[in-house]
């Protein structure tokens, strides 16, 4: 049984529900056009289900926030979301005025009405405690014309804001398909993975990473670990290996000695758990050329793994039962690089592991060579995800378990 209550725990029938969901998608800067309505479609089978169930289906969404380019209103999201649902949305350019309150109070079982951008309230972008959140007028309002508050936004779950955790002070809330399944998947991961489990870190960042594989091996979440990327390097420059001036500078955004001692102990503690790359692709004269760890350093940027460690990596995977990644291989947007990406997620989506996929930039290689359906979990978190897998706790988790009790 989870810790909070999910949308089996409610009669939904003629109800007026809160939902609270992640609809903060990639805009065209030109346009202003929605380029990618992957978080609505993550969201649906929430939302069908609560009109299936005769509620009343009030949504409240962000995104971007107050002074950046992307903070608009969800008027197209509206619109997506209609396409997306078979069904008209309305949508509300308002938020808890006069409005919202009329629309809202004539709504009817099976309707769904989108509020505008969230953030356009000043008090939601305040990091407040649920009690604290529950004093504010938008929460006062917009609660007192519901009867249950549902959240969905996984993405947003570390997040301490007004519209995510001040209803659960309030009314019965419980978590949505979307944040139970995420909340179950990664539970799980962390807690009795089917082993052996393998986790893969990679991308342009690494200091978070590195608490996350020292929790995931001290724990025994994790029996292997592969790194590629930024987290590659930073684990051979603690073991002393030279990458070269133009590597290394990439490193020196995130580096601090504390970090690298941190490493270098890792490594040294870990050493045969953790397995790095063999060679590597630089980009020479525009080309993809492949080099060994022994032409280290190297004048030349570090975009790929190489042949060799694809090889030795995929030999992991196959004997793996559950696998993690997060982070790509290389810089996969440059063809010339896509190589290690490519072959490292199709064969984890061809190997018969529970496979689980987090982090923008690898759900978008996924998405881009279409093995979104041979994955076995796509987390929608970013922070989130980090968070959880660094084992602290989510403000809106922590909302949610404190509203079952």
């Not at 356009?120 to 006062?140: F, R, T």
């Not at 309030?170 to 998947?185: D, F, I, Q, Y």
Request: proline share 4%; aromatic share 6%; with cysteine.
């Amino acid at each position: 049984m989870p810790e909070f209550n999910t949308l089996d725990d409610f009669d939904f029938g003629e109800k007026t529900v809160l939902l609270r969901v992640d609809f903060n998608l990639p805009l065209d800067k030109k346009t202003m056009e929605i380029l990618d309505t992957t978080r609505i479609k993550q969201a649906l089978p929430t939302i069908k289900e609560l009109i299936e169930k005769k509620a009343k289906v009030v949504i409240l969404a962000h995104q971007g926030r107050p002074g950046s380019w992307d903070f608009i209103s969800l008027d197209k999201h509206a619109k997506a979301l209609s396409d997306l649902l078979g069904k008209t949305v309305q949508f509300v350019d308002d938020i808890y005025g006069e409005k919202a309150k009329d629309v809202i109070s004539s709504a009817k079982p099976g309707d769904v009405i989108l509020l505008d951008n969230v953030r356009k309230v000043p008090e939601e972008m305040e990091k407040k405690s649920a009690e604290e959140h529950a004093k504010s007028a938008m929460v006062k309002v917009l609660s007192s014309l519901a009867d249950v508050f549902v959240n969905d936004a996984f993405a947003a779950a570390h997040r301490k804001q007004c519209s995510l955790i001040g209803f659960t002070a309030v009314l019965p809330s419980c978590a949505g398909r979307l944040m139970e399944k995420e909340l179950v998947t990664l539970g799980k991961l962390l807690s009795n993975p089917d082993k052996p489990s393998l986790f893969l870190f990679g991308g342009a960042k690494y200091s978070d990473v590195v608490k996350t594989i020292e929790r995931s091996l001290q724990n025994g979440i994790a029996d292997e670990v592969i790194l590629t990327g930024l987290p590659a390097n930073a684990f051979l420059k603690a073991r002393e290996i030279k990458l070269g001036s133009v590597n290394e500078e990439i490193l020196k955004e995130e580096e601090s000695p504390e970090l690298m001692e941190q490493i270098k102990k890792l490594s040294d503690e870990f050493n045969g758990s953790i397995k790095l790359p063999l060679d590597f692709a630089v980009e020479k004269d525009g080309k993809r050329v492949e080099i060994s760890i022994e032409e280290l350093p190297t004048e030349y940027p570090i975009y790929d793994i190489g042949l060799k460690s694809i090889e030795q990596f995929i030999e992991s995977i196959k004997k793996a039962h559950t696998i993690f990644i997060s982070g790509p291989c290389g810089v996969f947007e440059k063809k010339e690089f896509l190589r290690g990406t490519k072959e490292i997620l199709t064969a984890i989506a061809n190997s018969d592991a529970f496979s689980i996929v987090g982090g923008g930039h690898t759900v978008a290689a996924v998405e881009m060579l279409g093995l979104s359906d041979k994955i076995s979990h796509i987390s929608t978190g970013g922070g989130s995800l980090e968070k959880f897998m660094m084992g602290e706790s989510l403000p809106v988790v922590e909302a949610l378990k404190a509203a079952k009790r």
